[in-house]
């Protein structure tokens, strides 16, 4: 489009950058026509292996089979540390930045690895073999990532949970895998604010009979119950353990970790990450995405908790012996200022965060940001969801003072890394675009009717080939795999998102076309919300759609319909929240409650979303036809009193 903006590459930049235009082409072009020659390079550049793989690749996506580098292997933290020790032993691996801006860390490679080799040991001593399965719940701490990492170094496939989550969910997340193990902390600090991890456990636990130990990290020391036998003190159990610990050879193809997230339907599904493809993908995409140089301080605001977290705040970053900044705290506290304040207090080089924070802190004003000088930044980034151009421009001009390059990086839980983003020395920026797509990536855009569309066309995103970082299965149900993302189109992964290509090959993600709605960048199932809404006794039917919200990109709209004789209140409202919190978490609690008599149908039954939708956005000319609808008068009643 002739009247879109179009930031070239700043010639500093691209002079110091790692790839430059010409050379994202001609490795680009490589990567497709020589994929397996391609990515065998990359796995003996970016990862040290014990033994060589026998294959490169072996893919049938249609049945669901993908293995790379099988054959070969590897210890993914002896990748992230113990290779690192002879050259950058006393440099920083961590630096840690608590909610409360008097509390600062440094942890050396070193010193990290001395953590983790103490833990693996633990761990080992409770009965951890490789294969099984430890959850974590854990602050943005050290010991988070020490956690992970222990787990790695001995074999162990990780569940990492997400401190907002409620006790329900992690209830059924430590179900669901069969972890026999917890690591935790005795509460967490957000905003000020005390999360009580350990008290959240305990009652997770009461319907987890398997789950033999709970280690516990001492970290605002508030006063827990304590189950003897069971629980153990992360500290204690530390200072009395070994230090050494052999790294335990994993097979390319071995389980790393297992992640949950919300799809359109039923449970949260165990996303199942291997060693060697994973390791190699993050480690690649970390360096070119973020154009990482030794000496660098990266910083990712993500929560280990997600995606991101495992793969740019953990995985990629250590693998290439860079230095990682982990934030306890939120964007917010204890002012608008503090991302900018801590960037100047770290001297941070690479900043990546979430449009949901930039737009918040953006209507804070450029005061805030005024006021420090963020003359260390280089690069920014984004992730989670579109980020619309007006809060692009903002980051670019206020925040980066018109100097430093946005990349939009588009991946999912999913996709283990990065896929389509801009190289930030290689490609001009459009905002709003995740540009073009990395090595190995192959994008399509198809119609309904499973025709590719070539050229400039709308239509839904889907990858033609694996990469070495996909997933590999649904834990324990490799089916849901199959059908959740390769049946669609048949020999393709359907990623569930909607995108544009425009006439330079850029491609716009225009959001999901599915039941999965991004609230501030989490990612949640309309179904999970509907179930949680449901057990509530006075509910006897409801249904949730995703409306646009200024903040949170999206904002959650519950249309429910109580059971005769129950009459709405907003007591009753207070009482479907709080179900909703207990069930899943704050953070999937309904902006809007709108009570409705009926829902609109059709007339075998099936609730129309579409017409849900188009209420919640208020985009009541939209509509369209309801005379189908077993009772078309249920529309009007509905927008009548929209929430
Ligand atoms: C959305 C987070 C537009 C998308 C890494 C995807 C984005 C979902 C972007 C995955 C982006 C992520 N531009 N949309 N740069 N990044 N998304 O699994 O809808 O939490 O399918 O992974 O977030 O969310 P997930």
């Known amino acids: 489009m002739s009247d879109e903006k179009i930031y070239p590459v700043p010639a500093d930049f691209a002079a110091r950058a790692h790839l430059k235009a010409a050379d994202y082409e001609a490795l680009y072009a490589r990567s497709l026509a020589d994929r397996d020659g391609f990515w065998a390079e990359q796995a003996g550049r970016f990862v040290s292996w014990f033994e060589p793989w026998r294959t490169v690749c072996e893919e049938d996506l249609a049945a669901g089979h993908i293995r790379w580098f099988a054959g070969g292997k590897l210890n993914v933290a002896w990748n992230c540390l113990d290779r690192h020790l002879a050259t950058r032993g006393e440099q920083t691996a961590l630096i840690w930045e608590g909610d409360d801006p008097a509390f600062a860390r440094h942890v050396t490679y070193r010193e990290l690895h001395d953590e983790v080799c103490r833990l ?3 761990l080992k001593t409770r009965g951890v073999k490789k294969g099984d399965r430890v959850c974590i719940y854990m602050p943005m701490i050290p010991a988070a990532v020490a956690a992970m990492l222990a787990c790695a170094r001995i074999g162990a496939v990780h569940s990492v949970v997400f401190g907002g989550f409620s006790p329900e969910s992690i209830k059924s997340r430590i179900l669901d895998s069969d972890c026999r193990v917890v690591i935790t902390a005795d509460q967490g600090l957000r905003g000020g604010k005390a999360i009580p991890l350990k008290a959240n456990v305990d009652q997770a636990l009461e319907g987890c009979p398997n789950v033999h130990t709970v280690l516990v990290y001492r970290h605002t020391g508030a006063d827990i119950a304590w189950q003897d036998g069971r629980d153990g003190w992360y500290q204690d159990l530390l200072a009395s353990a070994s230090a050494d610990c052999p790294a335990e050879p994993m097979d390319a193809e071995d389980p790393l970790f297992i992640l949950y997230t919300s799809g359109s339907t039923g449970k949260p599904k165990g996303v199942l990450h291997t060693t060697g493809g994973y390791l190699t993908y993050v480690a690649l995409t970390h360096k070119y995405v973020f154009d990482y140089h030794d000496g660098d301080v990266y910083w990712c605001t993500a929560d280990v908790g997600w ?12 693998a290439n012996g860079a230095t990682s900044l982990v934030f306890e705290g939120v964007p917010t506290h204890p002012t608008p200022a503090r991302f900018w304040e801590v960037i100047d207090k770290h001297q941070v080089n690479i900043f990546y965060t979430a449009p949901t924070a930039i737009r918040a802190l953006m209507r804070a004003g450029d005061g805030p940001v005024l006021g420090t000088s963020r003359k260390s930044l280089r690069l920014l980034g984004s992730v989670g969801e579109p980020i619309n151009p007006e809060a692009w421009e903002w980051y670019h001009r206020v925040v980066g003072e018109g100097r430093c390059p946005i990349v939009d990086t588009w991946w999912q839980t999913e996709t283990g ?3 389509i983003s801009p190289l930030p020395g290689a490609t001009a920026l459009k905002p709003g675009s995740a ?34 970082g996909m997933m590999r299965s649904v834990y324990g149900d490799h089916q849901r795999f199959i059908d959740t993302y390769l049946k669609a189109y048949p020999g393709y992964y359907f990623t569930g998102d909607g995108c544009r290509r425009d006439e330079d090959g850029y491609y716009w993600i225009t959001g999901r076309v599915d039941d999965v709605i991004n609230v501030s960048g989490h990612r949640l199932g309309t179904a999970e919300i509907e179930s949680a809404l449901v057990l509530h006794p006075a509910v006897a039917e409801a249904a949730v759609v995703g409306y646009p919200h200024e903040i949170k990109g999206q904002g959650i709209y519950a249309f429910v319909t109580l059971m005769a004789g129950r009459e709405p209140t907003p007591a009753l409202r207070d009482e479907l929240l709080a179900t909703v919190r207990k069930e899943i978490g704050a953070i999937a609690s309904p902006d809007v409650i709108q009570w409705a008599p009926g829902l609109p149908k059709t007339r075998s039954g099936k609730i129309m979303r579409r017409i849900l939708r188009k209420i919640a956005e208020n985009d009541l000319a939209s509509i369209g036809d309801t005379t189908t609808l077993a009772d078309p008068t249920v529309v009007e009643e509905l927008v009548a009193n929209r929430g």
Request: negative net charge; proline residues 10%; hydrophobic residues 40%.
């Open 307 to 318: 995606v991101t977290g495992h793969s740019y705040i953990v995985y990629g970053p250590l």
């Open 120 to 122: 693996a040991n633990v």
């Open 417 to 419: 890394g990065i896929l």
């Open 435 to 468: 540009t073009k797509p990395l090595f190995g990536i192959e994008p399509a855009l198809m119609d309904a009717d499973g025709n590719e569309l070539p050229g400039a066309a709308s239509g839904n995103l889907v990858l033609k080939r694996s990469w070495p």
